[in-house]
C-alpha cells in the first residue's frame, strides 16, 4: 500500500485548497477512504470519510460546511477540498486506509493558515 499526498501549501484566511491523495498497491474502489489531520503538539484528529463507491460521506463538526471529500475510483485519487480556511485548519493532512486491521497512512502534506 502505498499513498501519497500532494497540494498542501501557504494560504491567507478564508483562502481555499485542494489537497490530492494517490493511492497504489490495493484495490482502491473497494475501500473507504480518510483524511486526517495533526496540529503541532496535538494529536491526530479524524477530518473526513468517503464510501468506497456510493460517495456517503461524513466529516467532523470542526471542517463542516467547508471542506468537501470525493473520490475519482478510475484515477485511484482521493481528494479533499478545503475552503473557507482558518488559522485552526493549520496541520499536516494524511490520508488514510483502514484494510485488514490495519492502519496505512501517507506522508502528509503540510496546510499552514496565515496572515
Known amino acids: 500500500v502505498q499513498l501519497v499526498e500532494s497540494g498542501g501549501g501557504l494560504v491567507h484566511p478564508g483562502g481555499s485548497l485542494r489537497l490530492s491523495c494517490v493511492a497504489s498497491?490495493?484495490?482502491?474502489?473497494?475501500?473507504?477512504m480518510n483524511w486526517y489531520r495533526q496540529a503541532p503538539g496535538k494529536e491526530r484528529e479524524w477530518v473526513a470519510v468517503?464510501?468506497?463507491?456510493?460517495?456517503?460521506?461524513d466529516y467532523a463538526d470542526s471542517v463542516k460546511g467547508r471542506f468537501t471529500i470525493s473520490r475519482d475510483n478510475p484515477k485511484n485519487t482521493l481528494y479533499l477540498q478545503l475552503n473557507s480556511l482558518r488559522p485552526e485548519d493549520t496541520a499536516v493532512y494524511y490520508c488514510?486506509?483502514?484494510?485488514?486491521?490495519?492502519?496505512?497512512w501517507g506522508q502528509g502534506t503540510q496546510v499552514t493558515v496565515s496572515s
Open positions: 498497491g490495493f484495490v482502491f474502489r473497494s475501500y473507504a
Open positions: 488514510n486506509l483502514y484494510r485488514g486491521g490495519a492502519a496505512y
Open positions: 468517503i464510501s468506497s463507491h456510493d460517495g456517503v460521506r
